[in-house]
C-alpha cells in the first residue's frame, strides 16, 4: 500500500508558464511534507517543506499548497524555467517515526524554452 | 547549505565481492542517516534508517547481515554490500539530516553498484 501517490509520472510545461505537481497521501499522521528536485545522476535535493500546520509555504517561485482534508499536497513553481527540468519527488513524515520519510514515485517535470 | 558526500559514485565488481560505500556530512552534524536503493524509474526504497553510536534500524525485507550499516560518528555513515550478487546491482543512495523531526534530509549523490 502506497502511502505517497504522485500518479503524474510526467508533465511538460512551457517555459514561463505555471508548473502544477500534485502529490496525494493516506497516513493522515503525517504532518510534515516536503519536496525534492533531482537531476540525472545526481542525488534529491531539498527544495520546499509545509508543516502539516500551514496550507501554505512560499519560497521564490516555489510555493507549496497543503490540503489536509484532501490529504493532498501541490507544488507550483511560477515561471517555469528550462532548469527546472528534473524529477520532483514529494515526501511525507510524521514526528513519531525517527524522522524517516516516505517518498512518492516522483514526477518527472520538462519545461521546455 | 548541507553537503553529504557518497563515495564512490561507481562500483563494478565480480560477485562475491563485498562493497564498502561511505556517506559523510560535510558540514554539519548528522544525528539520522538514511540508506535507500533505487530501482529504474522507481522511488526511493528506504532500506535502513541508521543512528549515531546505535545500530541500525532495518525496513523489513532488508537483510541485516548483507547490508551492514556502521553509523561510527556525527559525519559518517557506512553500508557494506556483503558477498555481493548480480540481483543486489542497483543505485544506492544515503542521506543525512540533523537532529528535529522536521529537519529535510540532505542527499549524497548516490553509488552505482553494478555486480557482474
Known amino acids: 500500500d502506497q502511502q505517497v501517490k504522485q500518479n503524474s509520472p510526467s508533465l511538460s510545461v512551457q517555459e514561463g508558464r505555471i508548473s502544477i505537481l500534485n502529490c496525494d497521501y493516506t497516513n493522515s499522521m503525517f504532518d510534515y511534507f516536503l519536496w525534492y528536485k533531482k537531476y540525472p545522476a545526481e542525488g534529491p535535493t531539498f527544495l520546499i517543506s509545509?508543516?502539516?500546520?500551514?496550507d501554505k509555504n512560499e519560497d521564490g517561485r516555489f510555493t507549496v499548497f497543503l490540503n489536509k482534508s484532501a490529504k493532498h499536497l501541490s507544488l507550483h513553481i511560477v515561471p517555469s524555467q528550462p532548469g527546472d527540468s528534473a524529477v520532483y519527488f514529494c515526501?511525507?513524515?510524521?514526528?513519531?517515526?525517527?524522522?524517516?520519510?516516505?517518498f512518492g514515485d516522483g514526477t518527472t517535470l520538462t519545461v521546455k524554452p | 547549505g548541507a553537503v553529504v558526500s557518497q563515495h564512490p559514485s561507481r562500483v563494478i565488481c565480480k560477485s562475491g565481492t563485498s562493497v564498502k560505500i561511505e556517506c559523510r556530512s560535510l558540514d554539519f552534524q548528522a544525528t539520522t542517516m538514511f540508506w535507500y536503493r533505487q530501482f529504474p524509474k522507481q522511488s526511493l526504497m528506504l532500506m535502513a534508517t541508521?543512528?549515531?553510536?546505535?545500530?541500525?534500524?532495518?525496513e523489513q525485507g532488508v537483510e541485516k547481515d548483507k547490508f551492514l550499516i556502521n553509523h561510527a560518528s556525527l559525519t559518517l555513515s557506512t553500508l557494506t554490500v556483503t558477498s555481493a550478487h548480480p540481483e543486489d546491482s542497483s543505485f544506492y543512495i544515503c542521506s543525512a539530516k540533523r537532529l528535529g523531526w522536521n529537519q529535510p534530509q540532505h542527499f549524497g549523490d548516490g553509488t552505482r553498484l553494478s555486480i557482474l
Open positions: 509545509i508543516s502539516s500546520i500551514k
Open positions: 515526501a511525507a513524515s510524521e514526528d513519531t517515526n525517527a524522522g524517516k520519510s516516505t
Open positions: 541508521s543512528n549515531e553510536g546505535s545500530k541500525a534500524t532495518y
